[in-house]
């Protein structure tokens, strides 16, 4: 017989109603609806900000639970919010991960995104954190989430929100584009968990803002991405500020040489867990290339698009202005289309992607600064506008489908100039992507016959030969 998982929570006197708390003392009438995200901008309400200098907390019981999270050591206190969010089961991720944590293992996690990393740390990691107890001093972290992107770092805090409702645990996320007076001023007071973008928290670091020698709970998410971007002399520098004795946690979803070499430099005798292999797309992305002419590209786009107007799809691009061109041109063609790359604002970006996630938008165009992190479970296409220059990139873009247990699909357009890139991609992951459009050169076939088994093929093939791009859009594409 299958035990029961509902806790029961206390009725509230006046209303009568089973409600459940929030950090602040506020009771939820519901689990769902927008995530709690505290926002960067200071309370401008002097008055009120007197009278509550700090949040006020109603304690509750610890509810009875017996669920397959409790079992491996997570608080009910945190379990109980994980079916509102639709976490029923562990993933392999968090399976293998989460006892090791809880018992206080260090962890090197290699994992693709859409995994449930965000959840194979962050419940351990407040189930310590509210078996310590302890309130964080001021300008202190009791724990460091470090992040790439700022994307990536929005998410997670979103996440850790969401996990710790009903408990005094509170969060903060400090990333670039956003008031650094602001941040620092609401440092003073010290976080329990801090989120963090490694080039804002240095500045953070250099002005005084931010003490390090108090945390004990240690995450780098996607570390391999923030070596790809230049933040290894960072995280060098953040790591001697730490204390010596400390859990960490370090997640990747490949593993160069410089990759071992961090993690040796912060792990003390890690667990090591693995999901997907590295450099291995997830099963479930049906994955194909279409040879295609580079000026030929975006009618060969606007083509595929139409064939799926009302289902959400990434396209990356590799460059900053090549991205914003597509992306004004496919607007031009009549789609609804956002874009995100490191010429837009922090606010433009968040405004894209919230779009995004809504539906508003049916076509998101960005860089490589959106590969990694974005959790959008209902992407179902992602398009190579562009072959990246890195290898591994192309598995971190295609992740982007096939989230959440769904299937995806994942498109590369190859021009000719591009065989050299597709040739490494096929290398890194150890298998053939089949063709579905074009005609393959001769010499890139040559090159390809002797590469691994040939990866899952995309199903619905486009049209073989695309005509030379048009100053508007094909008929397929206009809108009514």
Not at 450 to 479: D, H, I, L, N
Request: hydrophobic share 35%.
């Amino acid at each position: 017989m299958r035990a029961d998982t509902r806790a029961t929570w206390p009725k509230d006197d006046m209303t009568n109603e089973t409600t459940r708390p929030n950090r602040s003392g506020n009771p939820r009438a519901q689990q769902g609806g927008k995530p709690r995200f505290r926002s960067d901008k200071p309370n401008t309400n002097h008055r009120r900000h007197r009278a509550e200098p700090e949040e006020k907390f109603i304690r509750r019981a610890i509810p009875e639970m017996d669920t397959a999270f409790t079992r491996m050591g997570i608080d009910p206190r945190v379990a109980i919010n994980l079916p509102g969010l639709g976490i029923e089961t562990p993933s392999p991720i968090q399976e293998k991960s989460i006892p090791g944590i809880v018992a206080g293992r260090d962890l090197l996690g290699l994992a693709q995104t859409g995994t449930g990393k965000t959840a194979a740390f962050g419940l351990p990691m407040l189930t310590r954190l509210l078996n310590i107890g302890r309130k964080p001093e001021p300008r202190t972290c009791r724990a460091l989430i470090l992040a790439p992107t700022r994307e990536l770092a929005t998410q997670i805090a979103e996440n850790i929100d969401n996990y710790a409702i009903g408990t005094p645990i509170r969060q903060f996320r400090v990333v670039g584009g956003a008031s650094i007076n602001v941040q620092t001023q609401r440092l003073e007071r010290g976080v329990d968990v801090l989120i963090a973008t490694p080039g804002r928290l240095i500045d953070l670091i250099e002005r005084g803002a931010v003490d390090l020698s108090q945390t004990k709970y240690l995450v780098l998410d996607e570390a391999d991405q923030m070596l790809d971007i230049g933040f290894i002399h960072a995280l060098r520098r953040i790591a001697k500020m730490l204390p010596r004795e400390r859990q960490t946690l370090l997640f990747s979803a490949t593993m160069p040489k410089l990759m071992e070499e961090l993690a040796d430099s912060y792990l003390n005798d890690p667990l090591r867990v693995a999901v997907n292999p590295p450099g291995q797309a997830a099963e479930k992305i049906d994955q194909g290339v279409h040879f295609v002419n580079q000026g030929d590209k975006a009618t060969l786009l606007a083509e595929y698009l139409s064939k799926h107007v009302d289902e959400l799809a990434i396209v990356f691009g590799r460059t900053k202005h090549g991205s914003e061109k597509l992306s004004k041109l496919l607007e031009k063609w009549g789609f609804k289309v956002a874009a995100i790359h490191g010429n837009k604002s922090q606010g433009q970006r968040e405004r894209a992607l919230a779009s995004f996630r809504a539906g508003e938008t049916k076509v998101l165009v960005a860089t490589d600064v959106a590969a990694r992190g974005l959790d959008i479970p209902q992407v179902a296409h992602v398009y190579n506008y562009d072959l990246p220059n890195v290898p591994e990139n192309y598995v971190h873009r295609i992740g982007r489908t096939a989230r959440a247990g769904r299937d995806g699909r994942a498109i590369a357009f190859c021009s000719p100039t591009e065989i050299g890139e597709l040739r490494a991609i096929e290398k890194a992951m150890k298998a053939k992507i089949a063709v579905v459009g074009g005609e393959e050169p001769f010499e890139a076939a040559k090159i390809r016959e002797r590469g691994g088994p040939a990866a899952r093929p995309a199903q619905g093939a486009a049209r073989k030969r695309p005509a030379r791009r048009p100053s508007r859009a094909p008929k397929s594409t206009q809108r009514s």
